[in-house]
């Protein structure tokens, strides 16, 4: 093996080492902490209102792994692209019938002036810190309202929209 290759792989278990540390002290850190690391580290993108702690140790989690291991492919990249685009003319966006939701994955949906965060997981949804068995529940949550959870959340397109 060749010097160089030698320390960069030195380098790289440095750095992992110490990327499990910093992920590991997320864990004790307040939220005021939390919105101080996630403002070093996303310089200029403002803190979604009513992002909850849990999520934001994800997001920052996201971001320092981001940074040491490399991020999204270009294609996911463009494919977000595409979402943005479709969301501003639609005012929704169609990730079509065969895509699941991940977890891990966030849900976002501005309602009366308010952001509200759902974060996917293996087996239903967290909400403000909750666990919730459907996206309906949180929507009724949310809204004090009967409505299907899917379609709140921009998954569904209403009755007539082409479905």
């Not at 934001?56 to 981001?66: C, D, G, S, T, V």
Request: hydrophobic share 35%; charged share 30%.
């Amino acid at each position: 093996m060749s010097p160089e290759r030698r320390d960069l792989l030195a380098h790289r278990a440095l750095s992992m080492t110490h990327i499990d540390e910093q992920l590991a002290g997320l864990e004790t850190m307040s939220p005021a902490r939390l919105r101080a690391e996630w403002k070093r580290l996303h310089r200029g993108q403002a803190l979604l209102n009513g992002m909850t702690p849990s999520q934001m140790k994800r997001a920052i989690a996201w971001r320092l792994q981001e940074k040491l291991y490399g991020g999204l492919p270009p294609a996911r990249l463009r494919e977000l692209d595409r979402f943005t685009e479709q969301l501003a003319k639609e005012g929704n966006i169609d990730i079509g019938q065969s895509q699941s939701l991940k977890p891990g994955s966030r849900l976002v949906r501005h309602w009366h002036g308010k952001a509200y965060c759902v974060t996917v997981l293996e087996e239903g949804f967290e909400f403000e810190d909750r666990h919730f068995s459907s996206l309906t529940q949180i929507a009724r949550e949310i809204t004090g309202a009967a409505w299907s959870g899917p379609r709140f959340f921009g998954l569904k397109s209403r009755p007539g929209d082409g479905e």
